[in-house]
Nanobody, 131 residues
Framework: QLQLVESGGGSVRPGGSLRLSCAAS?????????????VGWFRQAPGKEREGVSC????????FYADAVKGRFTISKDNAKNTVYLQMNDLKPEDGGIYYC???????????????????WGQGAQVTVSS
């Protein structure tokens, strides 16, 4: 079973930056690679539905972003470390919420897969943006 653990959340002022990490591991085996998984970042603000923020292909070559974060967020993947990052710059209050990473075992993606395609989810990391 794939385990995902987010870290790097916190509280920042508007305009600040945070970098989220999503570390992946296999519960029952030390032999594991994210090479065969697309990874997505999602967020959920209080009272709102969970929404997709960004995703990255298994190879790491293809990345996609929601319009609301384009130009401010950067997703990257280090397959050697089985970790996906989300660098968030110029944060706005509306970026606040719980951020989740999720993995989908797909070989190729041409856009972010729907949430239903992700069958492995992390526990979430809180991001608060407030003055």
């Amino acid at each position: 079973q794939l385990q995902l653990v987010e870290s790097g959340g916190g509280s920042v002022r508007p305009g600040g930056s945070l970098r989220l990490s999503c570390a992946a591991s296999m519960v029952t085996s030390d032999i594991f690679t994210l090479d065969f998984y697309a990874v997505g970042w999602f967020r959920q603000a209080p009272g709102k539905e969970r929404e997709g923020v960004s995703c990255i292909s298994p190879s790491g070559r293809n990345v996609f972003y929601a319009d609301a974060v384009k130009g401010r967020f950067t997703i990257s993947k280090d397959n050697a470390k089985n970790t996906v990052y989300l660098q968030m710059n110029d944060l706005k209050p509306e970026d606040g919420g719980i951020y989740y990473c999720a993995a989908a075992q797909l070989l190729l993606i041409e856009s972010c897969p729907p949430q239903s395609d992700y069958n492995n989810w992390g526990q979430g990391a809180q991001v608060t943006v407030s003055s």
